[in-house]
């Protein structure tokens, strides 16, 4: 059976893409926070997943007010790349698997939760950037990718609760698939950021911290912070975290850290990242 095997959450700051494109990731600036990203790539060498399932937002790059999908699966064989102004990431497309995508969408619709499935869909930085942190620029992507885009950029946002139990969802869609496949979950965005308002440049250390804290172990306390919270601590962007959760809550109940980085600033955020894995 296919089994999530391992979780990352990583903030997707445009600008870390840009450093990757333009090769400047070992300037004085950029340098450490690449550094604190050599682990994580090594050891994604060696895991080699199958299937990454890739939680992120989309900066209304793809979806606008048109449309604003809570939750939305990508279905599709192949995913181009947003044009956020200007032009395409030269990155390249991102390959999908139809197959899991369709099975996982069945099994969370029938769990009760109502997805929205998307069969043609450009993504933006918010799932490039931090496939270029893991795997760097290779030709083609290493691994097949399904990209589930999160509403976190028009209000109401899902609640924390709600995303740790689509978590969990996905884990039991995961586990009823019958083909042997090494799949990862990561969740994308944060850590504390503002990106406009006379609050503009908010960082929160200390509150990051913490939030990082609390993804290790048994705990299920993240779950239940309230929106009031991050939008005080960490900024009105700063609710990205949220998808962190649905990272977390497909691990199960207990997990272990592996690697984590942090550090301040990285254009207006705090980048963070972790890496999980599901303890029994
Ligand atoms: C920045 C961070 C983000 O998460 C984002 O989506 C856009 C911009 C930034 O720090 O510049
Ligand atoms: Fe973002």
Redesign the pocket.
């Known amino acids: 059976m296919a089994r999530i095997t391992a979780g990352i959450g990583s903030?997707?700051?445009?600008?870390l893409g840009v450093a990757v494109d333009q090769g400047k990731t070992r300037d004085e600036y950029f340098s450490p926070i690449f550094a604190g990203y050599d682990w994580t790539r090594d050891w994604e060498k060696q895991q080699k997943p199958d299937v990454v399932i890739l939680v992120y937002n989309d900066?209304a790059s793809f979806f606008d007010m048109k449309i604003v999908p809570t939750f939305a699966i990508g279905c599709a064989e192949r995913f181009g790349i947003c044009d956020e102004g200007w032009g395409p990431r030269p990155v390249p497309d991102v390959e999908g698997h139809p197959d899991l995508a369709w099975h996982i969408a069945q099994s969370l619709i029938l769990d009760e939760f109502d997805m929205t499935i998307v069969n043609e869909m450009d993504v933006d930085?918010?799932l490039t950037v931090p496939l270029s942190m893991m795997f760097d620029t290779p030709k083609t992507w290493p691994t097949k990718v399904i990209p589930l885009a999160v509403n976190v950029v028009t209000y109401p946002v899902p609640s924390g609760n709600r995303c740790w139990a689509l978590g969990e969802a996905i884990r039991r869609a995961v586990e009823s698939f019958p083909e042997d496949l090494n799949v990862q979950i990561w969740g994308t965005?944060g850590m504390s950021?503002q990106?406009q308002g006379p609050r503009a440049g908010l960082l929160n250390r200390e509150w990051d911290n913490k939030f990082l804290d609390m993804l290790v172990g048994d705990s299920d306390a993240a779950r239940w912070i309230p929106h009031i919270e991050y939008l005080r601590e960490t900024g009105s962007?700063g609710i990205?975290m949220v998808m962190w959760l649905i990272m977390r809550g497909a691990l199960g109940k207990k997990t272990r850290c592996l690697h984590r980085h942090y550090h301040i600033p990285?254009?207006?955020?705090a980048i963070g990242h972790i890496v999980l894995e599901p303890e029994a």
């Not at 903030?11 to 600008?15: A, D, E």
């Not at 990285?266 to 955020?269: E, M």
């Open positions: 903030s997707h700051v445009p600008l900066h930085h918010g965005g950021h990106l962007e990205e990285c254009s207006n955020t």
